[in-house]
C-alpha cells in the first residue's frame, strides 16, 4: 500500500481470509460518519462482565471516597484501581423479585423485562444488544458474547435455566449466542469465517501492518507493535491451552490425554480459560473490532469447580449457600478477573487517556449472595466513559425510591452515545451518575 493511500480509524489489515481492525491510531487522520472519529476522540466501549450466585455477605463492601475509598475483602483485587472504580449500592431489579431463583434473577438482569414461567422463553433484549443494534455497524463486529461455562436447557423451579445462562439477549425470546471456545471466539474477531487456517493472523496482516507503518507517527509504530506481539501472545496461548492445568470442573481419570486435543476445545484449567477469554476481550477493544461485549464467567446455579484454588470438594452454587473462608477465596478469583481486564485496558494509551478511561465495565451478579437475596444487587463500574464517569466513589441508592438497575443501563446507554427516554422499568438515568 502506497503512502498516499487513504487510512482511516476503521481500517481493517487483511490477507489470506483474514480481516483485523486497527488499534485506534491517533496520528491516522478520521473519516466516515462515526461521531467519535469525527472529534478526533476514541470511542467508548461497554463490557458486562458477570459472576452468578453473589458473594460473602459481610465482605461485599465499601466506604469513603477518593484516596480514602476502602473496599472488602471480596473487592480487594480493584484496590489499586479505586480512583477509577464507582461502587454503586441500593439498585435491585423488581422484575427479578416476582419469580422464583437464579434463572428468575438473572436473564432479565440487563432489560428489567418480565420472565415468562413454565418453560417459555421470554424476556427482553438486553442493555449489550440494544447498544449493539443501534452503534454495531461502525465496527466489524456488533458486540461480543463470551462466556466460560454451558449453557443449560433444563427447566429450574418452574423457569428455564437458559435463563440463568445467559445475560445477552438479542430479542425477548432470543439469547445471544455464548461463545465459550476460545480458539472461536478469536476467529470471530479476525477471520472472515471461523475455522483453522494453515497461516496464523499474524502472518496473514503482517505485509498489510509493514505498508502501514511508514505512515504513521512513531508514537503510532509502537502502538501498533505492541498490539501485534498482544495478538501474537493471545493466538499462541489457544494453541497450548489444552496442553497442560488441572480438570475444568472435574479430575480425569488419566493424568494426560491419549488422543490429541483439539486445537478449539475448552482449557482443562478454568483459569486459562477466563485469561483467554478475558484477553480476547480486551483485543476486541483494542482493535475496536467491536464497541460492545458480554463476558458470563459462569451461570447462576453454577457447577464450575476451582481445582487451582485448593476448592475442588464443592461446585460454585453450593458454595455460594455459607459464608466460608473457600468461597471468599472463590469470590476473590472472580474479582482477579475483572482487576485483570482493567489493568490491561489501562496499560493501553489512547490519546491523552487509556482504553479503560474510555471503556466502561460493569461487573455485577444476580443476587447480593447464595442465599438468592435480591433486594439490593452488587455493582460495579469501572472506567471512565471517554471522559463521562469520575471514579472513586460510592453511589448510595438503598432506602431511596427510583432505585431501579435499568437506571443505571440507560446512564451506560447515555455515556456509550445513545440516550433513551426509558429502558426497562427506568425512565430516567441516575442523576449523580
Known amino acids: 500500500m502506497s503512502s498516499s493511500s487513504s487510512w482511516t480509524r476503521r481500517t481493517f489489515l487483511r490477507g489470506l481470509g483474514v480481516t483485523m481492525a486497527l488499534p485506534w491510531l491517533e496520528s491516522v487522520a478520521a473519516h466516515g460518519d462515526e461521531p467519535a472519529a469525527a472529534a478526533g476522540q476514541a470511542p467508548v466501549r461497554l463490557a458486562v462482565v458477570f459472576s452468578g450466585n453473589g458473594f460473602h455477605s459481610k465482605e461485599w463492601w465499601a466506604k469513603g471516597e477518593g484516596a480514602a475509598l476502602e473496599f472488602g475483602k471480596v473487592l480487594a483485587p480493584l484496590n489499586d484501581l479505586r480512583a477509577k472504580t464507582l461502587f454503586i449500592r441500593g439498585l435491585f431489579n423488581a422484575e427479578a423479585t416476582k419469580g422464583n431463583i437464579h434463572s428468575s434473577q438473572t436473564g432479565n438482569l440487563l432489560s428489567g423485562a418480565p420472565l415468562a414461567s413454565g418453560g417459555e422463553i421470554r424476556s427482553g433484549t438486553s442493555l449489550d444488544q440494544v447498544l449493539a443494534s443501534r452503534l454495531g455497524h461502525a465496527t466489524k463486529l456488533p458486540s461480543l458474547v463470551l462466556g466460560c461455562e ?16 445467559h445475560i445477552s ?34 502472518d496473514a496482516v503482517l505485509a498489510d501492518a509493514k505498508g502501514l507503518r511508514s505512515d504513521i507517527s512513531a508514537g503510532d509504530q509502537r502502538k ?39 486445537a478449539d476445545g475448552i482449557p482443562q484449567s478454568i483459569a486459562e480459560h477466563m485469561r483467554l477469554m478475558a484477553d480476547i476481550l480486551v483485543l476486541g477493544f483494542q482493535t475496536d473490532t467491536t464497541r460492545f461485549a458480554t463476558l458470563k464467567l459462569n451461570n447462576d446455579h453454577s457447577s464450575m469447580r476451582f481445582p487451582h484454588l485448593g476448592v475442588d470438594y464443592m461446585i460454585h452454587h453450593l ?75 460510592i453511589l448510595d441508592y438503598s432506602g431511596k425510591p427510583d432505585r431501579q438497575l435499568c437506571r443505571l443501563h440507560l446512564s451506560l446507554m447515555k455515556a456509550a452515545g445513545m440516550p433513551l427516554a426509558t429502558f426497562g422499568d427506568a425512565s430516567k438515568a441516575l442523576d449523580e451518575f
Not at 454451558?150 to 445462562?165: A, F, R, T
Not at 439477549?169 to 478469536?186: H, M, N, Q, R, V
Not at 489457544?238 to 480425569?252: K, S, T, V, Y
Not at 452488587?378 to 472513586?392: A, E, F, H
Open 150 to 165: 454451558k449453557s443449560n436447557p433444563s427447566v429450574h423451579k418452574n423457569y428455564s435455566m437458559l435463563y440463568s445462562s
Open 169 to 202: 439477549w438479542s430479542s425477548p425470546t432470543t439469547p445471544t449466542p455464548l461463545e465459550i471456545y476460545p480458539a472461536l471466539a478469536f476467529d470471530r474477531l479476525f477471520k472472515d469465517e471461523a475455522g483453522r487456517g494453515d497461516q496464523g493472523v499474524l
Open 224 to 262: 501498533l507493535d505492541e498490539f501485534l506481539d498482544s495478538v501474537h501472545e493471545v493466538e499462541s496461548r489457544i494453541a497450548n491451552a489444552g496442553l497442560r492445568g488441572e480438570a475444568h470442573g472435574w479430575r480425569p481419570t488419566l493424568d494426560k490425554p491419549d488422543m490429541a486435543r483439539p
Open 319 to 393: 458454595l455460594s449457600h455459607s459464608d466460608t473462608p473457600d468461597w471468599l477465596k472463590v469470590n476473590t478469583f472472580f474479582l482477579e478477573q475483572l482487576a485483570y481486564i482493567a489493568h490491561k485496558l489501562d496499560a493501553i494509551q489512547e490519546g491523552p487517556r487509556t482504553l479503560l478511561d474510555n471503556s466502561m465495565l460493569l461487573f455485577c451478579s444476580s443476587m447480593m449472595t447464595g442465599n438468592h437475596n435480591n433486594d439490593q444487587l452488587p455493582v460495579v463500574v469501572l472506567g471512565g466513559g471517554g471522559g463521562r464517569i469520575t471514579g472513586g466513589r
